[in-house]
T-cell receptor, first 107, second 114 residues
Framework: KNEVEQSPQNLTAQEGEFITINCSYS?????LHWLQQHPGGGIVSLFM???GKKKHGRLIATINIQEKHSSLHITASHPRDSAVYIC?????????FGTGTSLTVIP | DTAVSQTPKYLVTQMGNDKSIKCEQN?????MYWYKQDSKKFLKIMFS???????INETVPNRFSPKSPDKAHLNLHINSLELGDSAVYFC?????????????FGPGTRLLVL
């Protein structure tokens, strides 16, 4: 069993829809990252969370430390949001990564 | 200017060869990482290097050796390449302030071992 589980694995949405990607983890963490990987392979760090909630533009990330769960929300989704979203947790000096959620937003 | 750069972008080589991938960051960060992304898109950390200390992931074969000539560079040398080493390798750097950390990734090096 992976230390980090993401759901769903694949997600197709219509442009404008509200999207939620979930991440659950089983280890004690000091921080959780949400990463975005575009089809060309480049990776961008979206958020680093240790508690609460962060917002950047149309992206919102939340974390519940007690429940060991984080969500990434995308409001008013757009085709350019199509990418793989990866959840990663940091425990000590070790990162554990989820397998990613492949998002396709259809115009 | 690119914050984290990797060379080469593509690398095709024969099994058994020795090759190096270079990574440079101009952000002044103290911490650098090497990640491997395999064909199933799993992203796994290989090494992290923080100024004074290299932290090695025990699952990485000792054919892989990171070398850091200075704080801005963390190169990855691979000996006796195997078919299973084919993957995309990402370098990243970060600056940690308490619990605040943002990682900046390089564009990746696509390695194909034939």
């Amino acid at each position: 069993k992976n230390e980090v589980e993401q759901s769903p694995q694949n997600l197709t949405a219509q442009e404008g829809e509200f999207i939620t990607i979930n991440c659950s983890y089983s280890v004690g963490i000091s921080a959780l990252h949400w990463l975005q990987q575009h089809p060309g392979g480049g990776i961008v760090s979206l958020f680093m969370l240790s508690s609460g909630k962060k917002k950047h533009g149309r992206l919102i990330a939340t974390i519940n430390i007690q429940e060991k769960h984080s969500s990434l929300h995308i409001t008013a989704s757009h085709p350019r949001d199509s990418a793989v979203y990866i959840c990663a947790v940091l425990t000590g000096n070790q990162f554990y990564f989820g397998t990613g959620t492949s998002l396709t937003v259809i115009p | 200017d690119t914050a984290v750069s990797q060379t080469p972008k593509y690398l095709v080589t024969q099994m058994g060869n020795d090759k190096s991938i270079k990574c440079e960051q101009n952000l002044g960060h103290d911490t650098m990482y090497w990640y491997k992304q395999d064909s199933k898109k799993f992203l796994k950390i290989m090494f992290s290097y923080n100024n004074k200390e290299l932290i090695i992931n025990e699952t990485v074969p000792n054919r892989f050796s990171p070398k850091s000539p200075d704080k801005a560079h963390l190169n990855l040398h691979i000996n006796s390449l195997e078919l299973g080493d084919s993957a995309v390798y990402f370098c990243a750097s970060s600056q940690v302030n308490g619990l605040q950390e943002t990682q900046y990734f390089g564009p990746g090096t696509r390695l194909l071992v034939l």
